[in-house]
């Protein structure tokens, strides 16, 4: 598996802070040249950049709001024109709003579907042209187990979304098959907001059959495994959450 992505160019939305960071490094171990997408994060998306960079391999930041349609083909294009054709792309960046279903505003409603659903629809439409030239494609979609094999309450809005982009996984594996494999990554708690108290942590943890939580490195490998694995793998969403969503 080691340089496994030399030649491949990878786009990782939300790669300036946790999670998305670790996905861009870990593309970047196995061989990528990244993309590393940025809303505000800029300090942290440099530093990740440079850090793949170290490697020789290439890489570069980019900044977009992902609610705003402009900017997804502007990404594109900027991705395309400084790294060459797009073939890997990941879908991180989203947003995880809390709030009780009959409070739940117009406002955080749309927000949760432009971020987590709509945007990572429109991307992978902008991209798709790139991954026809370059004869080859692989999206991985991050969603969770919220609203995919669990139902959370005061999430409803967030969850809807992920199940949402659930589904745009296997609808185009289905309809892209054989140019782009899509696959999907559902964590349970790798990185908790940084907010919950200790008491609302352990009782999380306590819901956890492994007792204990994720980390972002077991999310990469799992990244690295849907694009270096079997290739008869696609349409395919894979829970890492130490058997959490298995009740
Ligand atoms: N953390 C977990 O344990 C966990 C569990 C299950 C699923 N997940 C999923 O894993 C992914 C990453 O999670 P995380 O916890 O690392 O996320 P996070 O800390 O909440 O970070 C959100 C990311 O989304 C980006 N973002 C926010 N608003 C944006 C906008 N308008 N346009 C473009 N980008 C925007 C942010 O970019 P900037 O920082 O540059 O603004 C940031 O990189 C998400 O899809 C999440 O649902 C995470």
Request: proline share 4%.
């Amino acid at each position: 598996m080691e340089r496994a992505l030399t030649g491949r160019v990878a786009l990782v939305t939300g790669g300036g802070t946790r999670l998305g960071q670790a996905i861009a490094l870990g593309l970047g171990r196995l061989g990528a040249d990244v993309a590393v997408h940025y809303a505000s994060s800029k300090a942290g998306a440099k530093d990740t950049a440079q850090r793949i960079a170290i490697d020789g391999n290439r890489a570069d930041c980019f900044q977009a709001d992902l609610t705003k349609v402009e900017d997804l083909k502007t990404l594109a294009t900027q991705v395309r024109d400084v790294l060459g054709p797009v073939d890997i792309l990941v879908n991180s960046a989203a947003g995880f709003a809390r709030e009780a279903f009959e409070k739940t505003s117009l406002e955080t409603l749309d927000g949760q579907w432009a971020l987590n659903a709509r945007a990572p629809y429109l991307l992978t439409q902008a991209v798709l042209p790139q991954m026809r030239e370059k004869g080859r494609g692989d999206v991985v979609n991050i969603v969770d187990i919220g609203g995919v094999f669990d139902a959370w309450s005061q999430y409803s809005a967030y969850c809807m979304s992920k199940a949402a982009l659930a589904a745009l996984t296997r609808s185009l594996a289905v309809e892209l098959a054989p140019l782009v494999r899509v696959n999907a990554v559902a964590p349970g708690t790798v990185l908790p907001p940084v907010d919950l108290g200790p008491e609302t942590l352990e009782a999380l943890r306590q819901r956890i059959p492994q007792k204990r939580f994720g980390s972002p490195e077991d999310v990469v490998a799992t990244v690295g495994f849907l694009l270096t694995g079997p290739t008869f793998v696609t349409g395919q969403i894979v829970a890492v959450d130490g058997g959490r969503s298995l009740g």
